[in-house]
């Protein structure tokens, strides 16, 4: 039987694969889809919330960014007269691609537990989640 890091590992990568083949049908690079899918119930977050949730460094987070905002997905701007950060907000084309990201991502997960009792994943969810929780070291 495998480790559990590796099926981790490889479980994540077969999951990503996927989900950035379509993705890149509708132009998206690598990290795009899920700052996409957290802007979705997030919107005019800061940049350090994003890239928190995301799990992408600060950096990388601006740069994933400056394409967005250049491909006309996002924009960002000052909030409450606070011009010291800056907020994201999806533009109307970003919403329109992130509406086809969720189809995306719902495939991705039907296709994963496909044949899966609900009280299963129920349980896999759960266990995921005890499993961040322990690595981020987050009791």
Same mark, same amino acid.
């Given at each position: ?5 590796y ?7 077969v ?6 083949s379509?993705?890149?049908k509708?132009?998206?690079? @690598? /990290?795009q ?7 979705y119930?997030?919107e005019?977050? =800061?940049?350090?919330?994003?890239? %928190?949730y995301?799990?992408?460094e ?9 394409r967005?905002?250049?491909?006309g997905?996002i924009?960002r701007?000052?909030k409450?007269g606070n011009?010291?950060?800056l907020y994201v907000?999806l533009t109307? @084309? /970003?919403k329109?691609?992130?509406e ?8 991705? =997960?039907?296709?994963?537990?496909? %044949?899966i009792s ?5 349980e896999?969810?759960?266990?995921l989640?005890e ?9």
């Amino acid at each position: 039987m495998e480790t559990l890091h590796y099926l981790l590992m490889k479980s994540h990568s077969v999951m990503q694969r996927k989900i950035y083949s379509e993705a890149q049908k509708l132009g998206l690079t @690598s /990290g795009q889809p899920k700052i996409l899918d957290y802007l979705y119930e997030h919107e005019g977050s =800061d940049q350090k919330t994003i890239a %928190g949730y995301c799990e992408i460094e600060p950096a990388t987070l601006g740069s994933i960014l400056l394409r967005m905002e250049q491909k006309g997905l996002i924009e960002r701007r000052q909030k409450n007269g606070n011009r010291r950060s800056l907020y994201v907000y999806l533009t109307d @084309s /970003g919403k329109e691609i992130c509406e086809k990201m969720h189809d995306i991502f719902s495939q991705a =997960d039907k296709q994963a537990v496909s %044949g899966i009792s609900p009280e299963k994943i129920q349980e896999v969810k759960n266990i995921l989640t005890e499993i961040c929780r322990n690595l981020d070291g987050k009791d």
